[in-house]
């Protein structure tokens, strides 16, 4: 099974609101991303948690907050967003050792529209 | 920074006929080669990958080439079906992030009945 779940499918906030996006594997993967995709645009990585751990911000705005509670679950609080920040977020997971690159597996994403 | 190219930005075929997609990356050190379909309001599917150790894989209708000293890769789709029309997405990892995938443009496939 390579399935990744998030949820919720659509979420419309305003920009004073407060929300989070979630994200569950159960394929045992150790690294879990988020990455932001705009229309007619490639995915683009936001942050990676591996064991835990945070192991790239890319430079992210901190109105978008990363959390892994543990190695099944990943979200993203949102607070404070902006009208450019909507977009599709999307989840990912893979395995992950040291000198090697493995698959990612992609959620069906969660279409964020900022109001 | 890994540079990812990928050509054409959009393809139609009619049903049946081949289709290839090309890209092309700067970082003679990458190892890994990925293509993701991605089909409207979906996330990216992987659909096939290929490792430096090797020059060709295929997956029943779907290949991928790779030549590493020309620095490029391939997804070769043969007898197109009107399902596989998407965006296909090839990527290759940053030589500068662990894990981290840089993506090519996309390359959005119609195929017509």
């Known amino acids: 099974d390579t399935e990744v779940t998030q949820t919720p499918k659509h979420l419309v906030m305003g920009m004073t609101n407060k929300k989070s996006l979630k994200c569950e594997q159960h394929?045992?993967?150790?690294?879990m991303y988020w990455y932001k995709q705009k229309a007619k645009k490639p995915p683009e990585l936001m942050f990676v948690y591996s064991y835990e751990k945070l192991s790239i911000n890319e430079s992210v705005p901190s109105r978008f907050s990363p959390e892994c509670p543990n190695s099944s679950l990943l979200n993203l609080h949102l607070h404070a967003l902006q009208p450019e920040d909507s977009a599709l977020y999307l989840c990912?997971?893979?395995?992950?050792?040291?000198?090697?690159?493995?698959?990612?597996?992609f959620g069906p994403g969660t279409r964020l529209t900022v109001t | 920074g890994e540079n990812v190219e990928q050509h054409p930005s959009t393809l139609s075929v009619q049903e049946g006929d081949s289709a290839v997609i090309k890209c092309t990356y700067s970082d003679s050190a990458s190892n890994y080669f990925p293509w993701y379909k991605q089909e409207l309001g979906k996330g990216p599917q992987l659909i096939i990958d290929i490792r430096s150790n090797v020059g060709e894989k295929k997956d029943q209708r779907i290949a991928v080439t790779l030549n590493k000293t020309a620095k490029h890769f391939s997804l070769h789709i043969t007898e197109t079906q009107p399902e596989d029309s998407a965006v296909y997405f090839c990527?290759?990892?940053?030589?500068?992030?662990?894990?981290?995938?840089?993506f090519g443009t996309g390359t959005r496939l119609l195929v017509s009945p």
């Open positions: 990527a290759v990892p940053s030589s500068t992030g662990f894990q981290k995938l840089v």
């Open positions: 990912a997971s893979s395995q992950v050792a040291s000198g090697s690159f493995y698959e990612q597996y």
């Open positions: 394929m045992g993967h150790r690294a």
